[in-house]
Each structure stands twice: as C-alpha cells, then as structure tokens.
C-alpha cells in the first residue's frame, strides 16, 4: 500500500514570496491534516478535512495561510506572503475515518526556510 | 486542554542498552500514540494504545491509565533506533492529537 505523499520535500524562499505545498494521502482515506511542525517542538494542527469538507481550521493564519481539498484527494497548502517564523516542516498525514484514536499516516514532510 | 510531556528531551545511549522514554499527560484521553521522526521529518507511527501494553519487536509501549502515563521502551539499542519520539494523546471524545516536544535519542556504537 501506497504511503503519504508530498512535494516538495524542500523548499527555500525569500520572506514576503509565495509557496504551495501538495499532499496525496493514501487511497481511501477520508480524512487529511495538516500540520505545522517548528524546530524543537511537536507538529501544530492547521487544518483538518473530512472528504473535501473542513473539519477544523481555528489554528490555520487565515490572513496568509489558505488550503484546499478538491475532489476529496490531494490537498494543497499556500502560504502567500511568507514571513520568517513560517520556516517550520509541513506534514500531511490521512487516516481512514475521523474518529477517537483513528491512526493517522504521516507523509515525508516538506521542509520550508524562509530567509 | 491537554498537557503532554515528554521526558528526556536528550539521550544518547550506547548501543546494547535499554532504553526508557517517559510520557505524562493532564487529562483524560481515548487514545496515546508512540511515533518515531527521523532526520527529513517523516513520521511513522509506533503504537496506538488505550490500556496494558504492547509489544513490536525490540519495542515496548505500556500506559498507566489512572497515573495518565506511558512509557516506551527499546530493549538492546541500536544506532538506528537513533531518532526523535514523539508521544501524542487523543482526549477523550476528540480526534485532535496533542503532541509533545519529542525526545531525540542517539545509539553511539
């Protein structure tokens, strides 16, 4: 079975440029997370989607930060304009259902350094 | 809103030991998970437990549901072991996970 997948797995921009990340969880799964991971500390939840519907999004800088599901697939993740503290790795990860304990597969992570 | 800590967040251990992670939570949760980060960021998932203990391979994760801890052991420690653990606990009647800082742990040889 297919993992988690994401691209970039690296990506270096100057503060106040664009960027776009992508993920394609694995087959089936109808839940997708995003998650914001800064250096030294546990992944931060930035959105949640159930199929192409958002789930919880109360974490996610809505000024700068946007993320869409369409089709209920892949899902991508722009941060425009980017600041320095963006700089952090992004993780996708999907699980089956939404549920209490459900086991979320987590992809590579895109690491972002904004400079 | 739940609380997880992780101790230590430093060990470096020589290969062959045994080696314990400590993971304390504040309130009551459905579900605590056990991940492994290696360097590159991608997380694999470990365990997944509510109650008692579980065994994969050298590892093991037990959890104290009324002391709200766990622990996760690795028994005969090798230099690929070397990475950072990461507990996370889902409270009860939530999906979100809450995570702690993780723990990097490094098997010199």
């Known amino acids: 079975e297919a993992g988690v997948a994401q691209s970039p797995r690296y990506k270096i921009i100057e503060k106040r440029q664009s960027v776009a990340f992508w993920c394609n969880p694995i087959s089936g799964h109808a839940t997708l997370y995003w998650y914001q991971q800064i250096l030294g500390q546990g992944p931060k939840l930035l959105i949640q989607f159930q199929n192409n519907g958002v789930v919880d999004d109360s974490q996610l800088p809505k000024d700068r930060f946007s993320a869409e599901r369409l089709k209920g697939v892949d899902s991508t993740l722009k941060i425009q304009p980017a600041k320095l503290e963006d700089s952090a790795v992004y993780l996708c990860?999907?699980?089956?259902?939404?549920?209490?304990?459900?086991?979320?597969?987590f992809g590579p992570g895109t690491r972002l350094t904004v400079l | 809103k739940n609380e997880v800590e992780q101790s230590p967040q430093n060990l470096t251990a020589q290969e062959g030991e045994f080696i314990t992670i400590n993971c304390s939570y504040s309130?009551?949760?459905?579900?605590l998970h056990w991940l492994q980060q290696h360097p590159g960021g991608g997380i694999v998932s470990l365990f997944m437990?509510?109650?008692g203990k579980k065994k994969h391979g050298r590892l093991i994760a037990t959890i104290n549901i009324q002391e709200k801890h766990s622990s996760l052991h690795i028994t005969a420690s090798h230099p690929r072991d070397s990475a950072v653990y990461i507990c996370a606990v889902n409270g009860a009647g939530s999906y979100q996970l809450t995570f702690g800082k993780g723990t990097k742990l490094s098997v010199i040889p």
């Open positions: 309130v009551g949760i459905s579900a």
């Open positions: 990860a999907s699980s089956l259902v939404v549920g209490e304990g459900d086991e979320q597969f």
């Open positions: 437990l509510s109650s």
